[in-house]
């Protein structure tokens, strides 16, 4: 069961569809191996990136059992939806099926402190207190935005709250407040794993991040850069970081930036196809060559750029 | 199955809870028998007042069923939903049931004239193009603005689109504008059911609107108005509509507006429970007294609003 | 100097134009006339529906300085503004003129309670601590919701704040909750004075408004319905309200509500012209046949509505 | 006169304060001379990155006029308004005293293809026809989502449009649209410029924009990277345009990034204080050494981080 020490890279997987946009299981398999023998320390499905709305209720429910099944680190399966009945059965069936946790983000229609700290009451209460929870504060997508002080209510309101995904952006004071909170007393301590492609975890990890929780197509960068950060490798956190950069930025892109990362994530090896369903962007011809291009300078300073996996 | 000839009241139809939040199934038969008996030609299930997104996938499927099976007129579907999947699946459930066709609002995230406009037609692609469907045009609530140029790309992209739901706010000149693109030839006719809890009814039909598709507590009265309308007697139409006005204003505030509607369908006997489900409001004393109060004037002008049906 | 014990109507004045988009001196005075003659006892001039945002800095100063220089009540000036400077400039201007205060909505990019109780303060150290100030609550058109902790918060913080300006919707029980916040201690007596066109107006009083502040081209019968309810005549106070309200709820109309607002106070000779300022609407011929139906209608229980003033 | 051969980088000038508010003439001098010295070919002012909002009407007046003397570059003025009365006031004033053009964002509630393009219809109405203007493309921001073909309608639409400032996110395709639509003579042919701080300016150039409009606080590098370019030096352009990625990054954090450009610029002697007008942020002590930081590492590749200029 998820808990509040979780740290390291909880990748956020997405879901592999084939070119005529059924779901792709033998690349979930593919791509579940690839995330432990990568070094994450567990995987998130059925979030935003992993094209959650576009599945049904049935199809949802079998991504999220399949990853569950093969994975041998902890599943956290995001359960985002318009109301709380939909909510529940999906929380309470992945549950069932042995994942550690689920993930909640607040809907865009919330305005107030008062309605976003409610609505997590709503939420635990749906799926009940017994299955810990991830907080998704993400206000450049969702518009919803959440204070330190409203994210502190959630927390000591619910024992269940177990983690923060963090990709308020910009971000990193925000990850000061809260450790602050909990330095005073005034917050007991949640796990916080970032987001936002990892745009910022060079940063966010010397601030009192516990890792990244995002679906950059290297999520082994994100683990060594994780890793060389505890170490105390300041530097070369940083070198290896900066290297990515470039070609990170350029997936970052809000919309266009899921067809790039599963344009990669196929050039990789890692899925076979990098369909989109609908409604879904894909990679232009320029996209394609300009990415090409930043894996090619990338790969004089990290080698995973330039070949495929296995 | 529905056509652009639909005309007179498709009521919508709020989902009918038990105190404690399950389905209250004997309630949607005796409301269904009152919709019936009160003259409706149609009755829309599952839509925003229908508190749809607080159902689960299960739960949407089996209370439209119920409905379908129960009425003698054609029956609407509200299958607005994140993802095209999740629509097909409700769409194709409820039309192999027996629904004459489906309703479909754009997502909230939706900006530009060509996303609203592909969003539809993905929309069709995914339920298929043999199910006729209601676009429904609600931008108080939604957030979406649909020029009536947008609407006339949709319907003539889309032989399948049938009717408008009509609650732009303000919306006259909007009935206006789409008859006129009819009698210009640039667009087919379509049939046009007004919203917003009936606020403009009295006019929307001198416009040129088929009738309403709203959740008025007195959809018995709605029907009166189209009839009168109809038969060329204004100034009683605009009658019965005043009378109504001072309660209906009351029942359409946002948010509220839905508790004190079942508050009401309760006092008329027609639902067991007012009771709405997380997260959703209720009536409070004070709100009770006014409503009380504005049914007692009422009363004076239309018995109906003194007692209970039956 | 605007307190706390304001009541009765504050009408929010349109800004009368000519055809050709100047500001109209005659009218405004004429109009001012008219609102004193009304019973009104105070003026609110810049508001949203008073085009405020359509003047350049001049016009501004120059309109409101006509209507305070004539008016015997008390004037409100809209000051809010993109910026802390062009309001302080504008305040500063309109006070040492002899208004009796300014009016600040909060802008629509504030997200949580601490950003607004943040920006009023930094308003009032903008405008100065000894500037009277309205507090407009307007989420429908502005989009930020205050709850009534918030509003607590900023009358506790700034004793200039004496008025709330509520046009939440629904807002009923919001004036029982600050009401009761009086009542239990927490909060110190403000005026509220309500808004959205009155539509709520018969009610409002009833639950521990002060008045109105709004535009509506009767502000007569504003004047009368509030005198009537502190009487004790209720009935008499919803008889007259319910007469109104099928053309009130026509003029309340987002956006096209203004155009038909001036082609009323036109009508009644109170301004000349019904010209809004680009962009604005106009009011087409169906709908100039629509409202003169509805007053037609209105002047067989109200004769103002049957006849120019003076 | 600005016309649509302009090319470079214009870049958006900060507003430079004193530590208690007061605009530091000073620094605008130095800060303009720095421009010229960096190699700018135009500067724009009053942009949202130079605090537009916060100055009253006289103060942006007086800010424009000074660079506008100064400089021996084009200027362009930012103009954007609530209202045309105050858009034109300002377009005229500068343009009377030698600005080269004025820029317009849109404002936040337009909603339509059709309200966008009717409001730059207005807007060239109020500040005449002969003001060549930058329409301001920035929906991250601002909300308003243009399509390439409302781009086109406005360009089509209005002579005196010539220059596009492109801030949508993701964008390259934008620009690759938008010149297909100039190859194949269905647009006349606009400049365009990139904001976003300049994140994506390597590849921007390379899909057919004319260079950067932004405020990043190393313009002398964006004229570099436009230089390289345009030369055909590819890998050297990326080269160092990478080497300020980092840092470009966390300059580019909305809300807090411009007071770390701020900081930066006074790190690097170019204005005298880094304060911010009410409302703004500051910049933590942890961010300061995280800028610090990442300036100490981009002077091994890049020796104008290092030290001030002059």
């Given at each position: 069961?998820?808990?509040?020490?979780?740290?390291?890279?909880?990748?956020?997987a997405p879901t592999p569809f084939h070119d005529?946009?059924?779901v792709d299981e033998r690349s979930i398999d593919r791509m579940t191996d690839f995330f432990?023998?990568?070094?994450?320390?567990?995987?998130?499905?059925?979030?935003?990136?992993?094209?959650?709305?576009?599945?049904?209720?049935?199809?949802?429910?079998?991504?999220?059992?399949?990853?569950?099944?093969?994975?041998?680190?902890?599943?956290?399966?995001?359960?985002?939806?318009?109301?709380?009945?939909?909510?529940?059965?999906?929380?309470?069936?992945?549950?069932?099926?042995?994942?550690?946790?689920?993930?909640?983000?607040?809907?865009?229609?919330?305005?107030?402190?008062?309605?976003?700290?409610?609505?997590?009451?709503?939420?635990?209460?749906?799926?009940?207190?017994?299955?810990?929870?991830?907080?998704?504060?993400?206000?450049?997508?969702?518009?919803?935005?959440?204070?330190?002080?409203?994210?502190?209510?959630?927390?000591?309101?619910?024992?269940?709250?177990?983690?923060?995904?963090?990709?308020?952006?910009?971000?990193?004071?925000?990850?000061?407040?809260?450790?602050?909170?909990?330095?005073?007393?005034?917050?007991?301590?949640?796990?916080?794993?970032?987001?936002?492609?990892?745009?910022?975890?060079?940063?966010?990890?010397?601030?009192?991040?516990?890792?990244?929780?995002?679906g950059?197509a290297?999520?082994?960068?994100?683990?060594?850069?994780?890793?060389?950060?505890?170490?105390?490798?300041?530097?070369?956190?940083?070198?290896?970081?900066?290297?990515?950069?470039?070609?990170?930025?350029?997936?970052?892109?809000?919309?266009?930036?899921?067809?790039?990362r599963k344009y990669v994530l196929q050039r990789r090896g890692i899925i076979a196809s990098s369909a989109l369903?609908?409604?879904?962007?894909?990679?232009?011809?320029?996209?394609?060559?300009?990415?090409?291009?930043?894996?090619?300078?990338?790969?004089?300073?990290?080698?995973?750029?330039?070949?495929p996996i296995?």
């Amino acid at each position: 069961m998820l808990d509040a020490s979780a740290s390291g890279v909880y990748v956020i997987a997405p879901t592999p569809f084939h070119d005529d946009g059924r779901v792709d299981e033998r690349s979930i398999d593919r791509m579940t191996d690839f995330f432990l023998s990568a070094g994450c320390t567990g995987i998130t499905v059925l979030g935003m990136m992993g094209e959650a709305p576009k599945l049904d209720a049935e199809e949802a429910l079998s991504v999220a059992s399949q990853v569950i099944r093969r994975a041998t680190v902890p599943v956290v399966v995001g359960v985002s939806a318009p109301g709380f009945a939909a909510m529940r059965s999906l929380a309470r069936g992945v549950m069932d099926r042995g994942a550690a946790g689920v993930m909640i983000a607040p809907p865009s229609s919330l305005k107030t402190d008062d309605q976003i700290v409610t609505y997590y009451a709503n939420a635990v209460e749906a799926i009940g207190a017994d299955v810990p929870f991830v907080v998704q504060d993400y206000p450049l997508s969702i518009g919803v935005v959440m204070t330190p002080g409203v994210i502190r209510r959630i927390v000591q309101d619910n024992p269940s709250a177990v983690m923060l995904k963090h990709e308020d952006w910009p971000g990193l004071e925000k990850i000061t407040t809260l450790r602050g909170f909990e330095a005073d007393g005034s917050m007991r301590h949640i796990s916080i794993l970032c987001g936002n492609g990892g745009m910022f975890l060079d940063f966010e990890t010397e601030r009192g991040a516990d890792g990244a929780m995002t679906g950059y197509a290297f999520p082994d960068m994100l683990v060594d850069v994780v890793r060389l950060a505890r170490a105390g490798e300041r530097d070369e956190a940083h070198d290896l970081f900066d290297a990515h950069l470039p070609y990170m930025r350029y997936e970052q892109q809000p919309g266009a930036g899921l067809a790039v990362r599963k344009y990669v994530l196929q050039r990789r090896g890692i899925i076979a196809s990098s369909a989109l369903r609908k409604p879904g962007g894909s990679v232009s011809a320029k996209a394609r060559a300009e990415v090409d291009y930043l894996l090619e300078r990338l790969a004089r300073h990290d080698p995973r750029a330039g070949r495929p996996i296995g």
